[in-house]
């Protein structure tokens, strides 16, 4: 029996039961003669009857439903992994995660597509902001050469090839995303000028990485597969992909030094900030942080500070400038007493050999670190030394991996919040700042906050003011540890400390006193205390006063 049979059929069921139940069910004969009331006398008996026996009762023939089907039929679940995210979903057409729609636009529109609807061109809405970037763009066409980005869409051909459980979170699609993203809004190709693409030499590496690591890269271009680590993969591309993302990166370094651009943006992969000198981990083949501070230096820059953002410490970075005091790292990430990917970057490591000072870490203790702490460390721990420092150039190892939504992050980090950080380094080294990609893993993140990144370089402000910020008590506790530690190397740093240590104390007391009162307060109950009984509450207390001074005298 089919859908629509059963239907009519439990239709036909209820008109039969109201006519048994029916008032009006008197019949005719052929003759129009009325026949005897059988109906009536049957509802008459019905009325007295009880629901069980209505349940129990024979039904006609008319009403036999031992053919019936169920409506609801067994309905196989797809596995499918979200374009945004990668978590696996069963069934729904919306992540269970993110809410990203299964066809979502996001490789075609960048975070200005809805996550919530599949691809069908972009909503009103969406267009209406895609206009006003582009409006923005034509305003602000004298400066179109002011910032570079470096791109190449060979390096989309480094990719996981080896079929595994669950997609790898470093993919082309981080990439496309943001371009997506950066074209919608008309930024690039547009406000922005594009570098030509080149391969980095062999010298150029080495002045960076040891000639086995080198060569140990070069190699998987021979295979069609292979890993460095479980989670660091490469296919017969992935050797050219890193020497163009390290080449972009060393030439948008020596434009913005010599001054044919004022700053830049490098929108490559694969990452670089884990890849130390001889090994390459943690997504990482070549270290492009690295090859564009050593690439500034040959352009003309003495000093080079290196502020690294993205929520896994840069071990690789920091091993590569631990003993050179003509690069200053800062590194702000997840540490969590060592337990967070990739164990290195506690406080006290500061740098070797005479370099002591020159590694700063500010090491998270906990996850869903936001806005107000970074910005709060940015305050007094990241300017106030980079300020001492006085570059000459200015790196940030961008990843967008603590950004709100990102899997493996799992912070708290806005666009906003970004874009506020961004902005409070342009003053340094007269605004000659080059952004590189590093991590992040949610697209709708990623492409969002690299956007308001660009927006800064342009010349736009932050758009929301994060200047009277308030750390969270963690984050008050990690900045002033790393403030203790690196007063040693840099004295600037007293002062802050030492206001600090003074406001965490009365925080500290205040959290005391209120905890009391809580404690005293919970004692009797307030009903207790002022409501009907107060009277007999007071009489009895002064009685127990009174009580207790006499046991006393005696």
Same mark, same amino acid.
């Given at each position: ?262 700053? *830049? ?165 007269? *605004? ?123």
């Amino acid at each position: 029996m089919t859908r629509l049979a059963n239907g009519e059929a439990e239709i036909s069921r209820h008109k039969s039961n109201n006519e048994v139940f029916g008032k009006d069910a008197s019949t005719d004969d052929v003759n129009g003669n009325t026949l005897p009331d059988v109906s009536s006398k049957k509802a008459g008996q019905q009325k007295e009857m009880t629901f069980q026996d209505v349940y129990n009762q024979d039904l006609d023939d008319e009403d036999d439903d031992s053919d019936w089907e169920p409506l609801q039929k067994n309905v196989e679940l797809v596995k499918w992994f979200c374009t945004n995210c990668t978590m696996v979903n069963l069934g729904d057409v919306n992540c269970d995660i993110c809410g990203e729609h299964r066809e979502s636009g996001i490789l075609r529109h960048g975070f200005l597509a809805s996550p919530l609807l599949p691809d069908s061109g972009l909503t009103e809405i969406d267009s209406d902001i895609r206009e006003r970037h582009k409006d923005t763009g034509s305003q602000d066409s004298a400066s179109n050469g002011s910032t570079a980005v470096g791109f190449d869409e060979r390096m989309l051909l480094h990719s996981e090839i080896q079929l595994t459980s669950h997609p790898h979170p470093e993919r082309p699609d981080r990439i496309r995303a943001i371009a997506a993203s950066l074209a919608t809004a008309g930024i690039f190709p547009g406000r922005c000028y594009p570098i030509p693409a080149r391969e980095i030499t062999r010298e150029e590496l080495q002045m960076v990485h040891s000639l086995e690591h080198v060569e140990a890269v070069d190699l998987t271009g021979h295979m069609f597969t292979s890993y460095f680590t479980p989670d660091t993969y490469a296919n017969e591309h992935s050797a050219r992909a890193a020497r163009l993302a390290a080449g972009l990166c060393a030439d948008l370094a020596s434009a913005i030094v010599s001054g044919r651009t004022k700053n *830049g943006f490098a929108l490559v992969r694969p990452p670089g900030h884990h890849a130390g000198i001889k090994q390459a981990m943690g997504f990482c083949l070549h270290n492009n942080a690295a090859v564009a501070a050593l690439a500034a230096q040959v352009s003309g820059a003495k000093k080079v500070l290196i502020v690294d953002w993205d929520v896994h410490h840069g071990n690789g970075t920091q091993e590569i400038f631990e003993q050179n005091k003509s690069v200053l790292y800062i590194s702000l990430h997840r540490h969590e007493g060592g337990k967070f990917y990739p164990g290195t970057g506690a406080a006290d490591e500061v740098g070797t050999m005479g370099a002591e000072g020159y590694c700063v870490n500010v090491p998270w203790s906990r996850g869903g670190v936001g806005d107000n702490d970074y910005v709060f460390a940015f305050q007094h721990v990241v300017l106030p030394i980079a300020s001492a420092f006085a570059p000459d150039f200015t790196i940030i190892s961008a990843g967008f991996d603590a950004a709100r939504g990102d899997p493996l992050g799992c912070c708290d980090v806005t666009p906003a919040g970004y874009a506020k950080m961004t902005d409070m380094l342009t003053d340094l080294s007269g *605004g000659k700042l080059l952004v590189i990609l590093e991590g992040g893993y949610n697209l709708r993140s990623i492409s969002s906050s690299a956007t308001s990144v660009i927006k800064v370089l342009l010349g736009e402000s932050p758009g929301c003011e994060l200047d009277n910020t308030s750390p969270s008590r963690s984050g008050l506790q990690t900045v002033l540890e790393v403030l203790k530690i690196q007063s040693n190397y840099w004295p600037v740093l007293a002062s802050n400390f030492t206001k600090l240590q003074s406001q965490a104390r009365m925080h500290s007391i205040e959290n005391k006193r209120k905890q009391i009162e809580k404690k005293r307060r919970a004692v009797t109950p307030m009903w207790w205390k002022w409501g009907r009984k107060g009277l007999l509450y007071h009489f009895l207390n002064g009685q127990n006063r009174h009580a207790h001074v006499k046991r006393k005298g005696v």
